[in-house]
């Protein structure tokens, strides 16, 4: 009896331990996961989204600590339209990776798509303090803001809209 404190004590350190490393980032992602993260990029070069996004989702139950995956799945959801997912899986990934400047862009440019512009400025401002006005990712974030949502419906387009009877 005189040693369970110390046991306990010990315990709780090496349960500390062991979460403190399974929860780290990954420089790379696992060969099968790489392999599947490359056939997703061709997929969605190719145009299939859905494939893409199969290969991702396959590549992140593989290689769950590789935060670049839920990157690559965020894209290929705003290909496919999705762009509330893909907010999701940016912000899985900046919770993660705080300072993820792909993550930061890709969410802006995502909140831009669905028409929240006051809040993709917010991830601009945070992209510019962070890593400067001439960042790729800052500046893919610009031009995506200063294009505006998409045209939504037909009817937005003076070209698309019906003539009068």
Known sequence: MRFAPA????????????????AQDQDQAKPRAAAL???G?????AGDTQGAIDAYEAALAIDPGYTPILIELAQAARADGLQGKAI???REALTRDPGNF????????ALVEKGAI???RRNLARLESLC???CPETLALQTSIAAGPPARF???????????N
């Open 7 to 22: 046991a306990a004590a010990l315990s709780l350190a090496l349960v500390t331990t062991a979460s403190v490393g399974i």
């Open 132 to 134: 400067g006005s001439n």
């Open 102 to 109: 792909a993550a930061i862009s890709g969410e802006g440019a």
């Open 41 to 45: 990029k061709a997929l969605l070069n």
């Open 118 to 120: 006051e809040k993709a």
């Open 154 to 164: 037909a009817a937005d387009t003076a070209e698309d809209a019906p003539s009068s």
């Open 88 to 90: 999701r899986y940016y």
């Open 37 to 39: 993260i490359m056939q």
